[in-house]
């Protein structure tokens, strides 16, 4: 592809322009060469400008820059204002807008939105519409897994992933939409059949995040306007910002009388140590029930924007109801069926909101106690140590505190200051700390009795351990079918 194909809509100033041969973009200085564009980004931790020696080095001759760079006078340097924006579009470009071929589904909101995303491609696929998927546990179609660093990939991956699939034949992915990858331009450019809101919750405000939640709120909604239909979850708060943002058709749900899908009544299913949920939909032209593989009250709830697309995609419910009665999730609401008296539900609850809800989810269900494991990150979001302590010191009867991902921080404090908050919540005499996760793991599954419930919190689908600087492999789900093992060995 020739540079000025690459570079069409792009607003930018060049001293010595060349018409050349593009075989490829980089924004990592190691991964560039002849035929290739490197990208200066800038971010938080480092600066693509500091390395265009090295990118020319390695013999790139065009440079994407928005500062002042010195470099030999047969390269090509292409100034603009934000090279992290112009990167998104420049891969629109260089990958011929595969977005356009399909249709793509984004899905945004603090809770639920990995849920969400598999629950709609099971359904779309039980309809036989090929789906790709992009988010928190990864990127997939068919057989093909594409490996994925943050919820939302950086624009490039996100173009490159989206051709891959339409050349593999899919008509249609469905992706997570993070509020920070709306806020660093990494899906601009996309065109979105349909945009989801779920909900909205305090979360990701930090440092290198947001810095007030009100500022979250606003990227949230920045989704909406990209849309050619939303579909808004009624029952949340938030709902109404969302809607005055969509410049196109909406579509409701939720519990709320005035949605366009109305969650009517719901039952719990528990077959074993398998939860589910039955549960009615109600709309303008009729009430229909369906059943889906996933415990508790918010997955009859997110099951709702399946049956919505399902409707819009002109599937029958018979298709929707397989794709719903076959719905898996890896690390939400996952059960590991290691043991026919006890129920392990692995889920990636790390915040109190999310740690809340999936502890209301398991007691809905007929128990015994419920038992709560978790940790807490290390160098950043502190306050969550505190959600998390009061939450399980006053919802479970018995929490196993441990680690989650404490890379230089001790996690026997960590652990110790979770607990202060488990006593003040009422949990003294009801937990312990064990900081080795595994240790931890082992110790719930043998202190369990028939007609328990374990929550293993936190690291849901992550197949590691943030331990000093390094990712120390870490499979919990293994761990637990191991310690069921030992037990019914009598070890």
């Known amino acids: 592809m020739k540079l000025s194909e690459v570079l069409n809509s792009v607003v930018y100033e060049c001293g010595k322009f060349t018409d050349c041969e593009i075989k490829d973009i980089a924004y990592d200085s190691r991964k560039t060469g002849e035929g290739i564009i490197f990208v200066c980004l800038v971010g938080v931790n480092a600066d693509g400008h500091k390395y265009v020696q090295s990118a020319y080095d390695k013999g790139s001759r ?120 709306l806020k660093f331009h990494r899906t601009d450019g996309l065109h979105f059949a349909f945009g989801v809101f779920t909900n909205l919750y305090p979360d990701h405000i930090g440092t290198n995040e947001h810095e007030t939640f009100e500022e979250y709120a606003f990227w949230k909604t920045q989704l909406f306007p990209m849309c050619h239909k939303a579909i808004v979850n009624l029952d949340d708060a938030f709902s109404g910002t969302v809607i005055e943002n969509c410049k196109c058709d909406v579509i409701t749900y939720g519990f709320d009388s005035k949605a366009d899908y109305i969650l009517g009544e719901y039952s719990k299913v528990k077959q074993g140590n398998v939860l589910g949920v039955d549960f009615s939909v109600k709309t303008e032209k009729a009430e229909r029930s369906f059943t889906v593989a996933l415990p508790g009250e918010i997955n009859a709830s997110n099951s709702l924007i399946a049956v919505a697309l399902g409707d819009e995609f002109g599937l029958s419910d018979e298709e929707i109801s397989k794709g719903l009665q076959s719905v898996f999730v890896k690390g939400r609401c996952e059960l590991v069926r290691a043991d026919e008296d006890v129920t392990v539900i692995i889920d990636y609850a790390h915040n109190g909101v999310s740690l809340k809800s999936i502890i209301e989810t398991a007691s809905e269900y007929e128990h015994n106690r419920i038992i709560t494991l978790f940790g807490s990150v290390g160098g950043r979001t502190e306050c969550r140590r505190e959600e998390l302590g009061l939450v399980s010191g006053a919802m479970s009867d018995f929490t196993v505190i441990t680690s989650d991902d404490p890379n230089f921080e001790d996690p026997q404090k960590i652990g110790e200051e979770i607990a202060s908050f488990c006593e003040k919540a009422g949990g003294h005499g009801k937990y312990v700390i064990i900081p080795d996760r595994g240790e931890a793991v082992n110790y719930a599954v043998k202190m369990a009795e028939k007609g328990d419930i374990i929550i293993l919190a936190g690291k849901g689908h992550e197949e590691y351990m943030k331990i000093k600087g390094e990712n120390v492999p870490f499979s919990e789900k293994a761990e637990v079918i191991k310690a069921f093992k030992e037990k019914k060995e009598g070890k």
């Open 62 to 181: 065009v440079f994407l820059c928005e500062k002042a760079v010195q470099l030999p006078d047969d390269a090509v340097v292409i100034t603009v204002e934000d090279t992290r924006a112009t990167l998104a579009l420049i891969s629109c470009n260089f990958f011929r807008h595969p977005s356009k071929e399909l249709k793509l589904i984004g899905i945004t909101g603090t809770k639920g939105k990995t849920t969400s995303a598999h629950i709609v491609k099971f359904v779309l696929e039980s309809g036989g519409i090929k789906t790709g998927i992009i988010g928190t546990v990864g990127a997939s179609f068919g057989d093909t897994i594409l490996p994925t660093v943050n919820t939302t990939p950086e624009s490039y991956e996100l173009q490159r992933m989206l051709r891959l699939m339409v050349d593999g034949g899919c008509k249609a992915c469905v992706m997570e939409v993070s509020s920070l990858g």
